[in-house]
């Protein structure tokens, strides 16, 4: 089987994780695995230590890619990277260079910036697949140019594919703030159809995107989740203090005031509160973000990392005592279910979580018991979870267990996976 993919390590990031799992134990479930990444990726993260996951008896083909980000990069390196790892700032603090930029990769770059990858894939792929009788096919995206490569080679050699979504396509929070014109919006939205209806089975991440789907097409579909892994982590002991850890990109939209406002207000009610509190954000953090924290007093509480390895996240996650969810408060990430989601849950540490009403993470966290769920608007009960909360860690009570979470361990998801690809 080969496995159509962008991001692999070493990248870093959630994007890789899906496939580098699924990669790892289908041979357990006698499916062989055949890779086919880029040779010179553009990647706005790197993690050199998920190269160890990999196996040495995986067979992976490499490609040369054409990477717009470099041109873009020669004006400026700073905003090519924040656009590409998917930071983009509001559009009234937007700088004429980064709406320049948003708007030629959103009208010029259509589905997105790997579309010159799509010719010589499907050129060495074609040739590859008929030497070596590959039956099936694997597209992830995004980026969702890769299932275009699906689409060619299924049209050409009539080869059995599956079309995977991390995430949606026209959907998905940031498309509003590509600038697209009308003719960019059109071709997406066929794109995005031809791909769904030309793909023999589509595999999507969550519940939401499967109901979209579903009215753009009648192919099956069918939602297979991210989930954590049993990766063996060194012994680490809660932190002293009261810390609430957010793992993970801080995008501009993911900024629920009411929580900072909360925070503030015990700050002042309890001096306890006050004395243990630590605010932990790892990854990267939009200004704006920063700004609205600051601007409730917190700033002597933030402690701010960059990025760390995955390893090191998952170690941080179990550290931590309260683990902090946030999504964009937004009818279009309902859908969004994060990885990161699953390992906050394998950590066995409670989850407080934000977003939009109706989320697919409320689902999750209601079935597991791993956590509690608000939109962005409930100041009072935001404040009195956050009291039950701390509570709880001064009585040394402040634990979870959550219920049947093994359904979303990696090695059971990839069952699920190949009886699929099976069947």
């Not at 979504?165 to 509003?176: E, L, N, S």
């Amino acid at each position: 089987m080969l496995i159509i993919t962008y991001y692999w390590p070493p990248a870093g990031g959630p994007g890789v994780q899906r496939w580098l799992k699924f990669v790892k134990y289908l041979p357990e479930f006698e499916i062989e695995p055949i890779v086919y990444i880029p040779e010179n990726p553009s990647y706005p993260l790197i993690d050199a230590t998920l190269l160890e996951e990999v196996s040495e008896k995986l067979t992976v083909l490499k490609q040369p890619i054409f990477e717009p980000y470099g041109i873009a990069g020669m004006l400026s390196k700073k905003q090519t990277k924040i656009i590409s790892s998917g930071i983009i700032s509001p559009k009234k603090k937007q700088s004429l260079l980064q709406k320049l930029l948003l708007y030629v990769r959103g009208n010029f770059f259509v589905p997105d910036a790997r579309k010159f990858w799509i010719k010589p894939s499907v050129r060495f792929l074609k040739s590859y697949i008929e030497a070596n009788d590959i039956e099936t096919i694997i597209t992830t995206g995004p980026p969702h140019s890769v299932h275009l490569i699906g689409m060619k080679l299924k049209e050409l050699l009539g080869v059995r594919w599956f079309a995977d979504f991390r995430d949606p396509w026209t959907t998905i929070g940031y498309h509003k703030k590509l600038k697209l014109g009308k003719r960019a919006k059109q071709k997406h939205r066929r794109l995005e159809k031809d791909v769904l209806n030309q793909s023999d089975h589509i595999i999507v991440t969550s519940f939401t995107t499967k109901k979209e789907f579903e009215t753009l097409t009648e192919q099956p579909i069918t939602v297979i989740t991210n989930g954590y892994d049993t990766t063996t982590i060194p012994s680490v002991s809660l932190d002293v203090d009261f810390t609430i850890s957010h793992i993970g990109s801080l995008l501009a939209g993911r900024n629920p005031k009411m929580f900072w406002k909360a925070i503030a207000d015990l700050i002042q009610e309890n001096s306890a509160f006050a004395e243990r509190l630590s605010i932990q954000l790892v990854g990267a953090v939009s200004t704006t973000v920063l700004e609205s924290i600051r601007s409730f007093g917190l700033d002597k509480y933030l402690k701010i990392q960059g990025y760390v390895s995955h390893l090191e996240a998952l170690e941080l996650q179990r550290k931590a005592q309260l683990l902090l969810l946030i999504e964009i408060d937004s009818p279009e990430t309902r859908c969004i279910i994060p990885g990161k989601l699953f390992e906050y849950m394998n950590a066995k540490r409670p989850i407080l979580a934000f977003g939009p009403q109706g989320s697919d993470v409320a689902q999750v966290l209601q079935t597991t018991e791993t956590g509690t769920y608000f939109t962005y608007t409930e100041y009072a009960a935001i404040k009195a979870q956050l009291q039950a909360y701390f509570d709880a860690y001064q009585d040394k009570t402040l634990v979870v267990e959550g219920r049947n979470i093994v359904r979303y361990s990696r090695k059971n998801l990839t069952a699920s996976l190949a009886t699929l690809l099976k069947s």
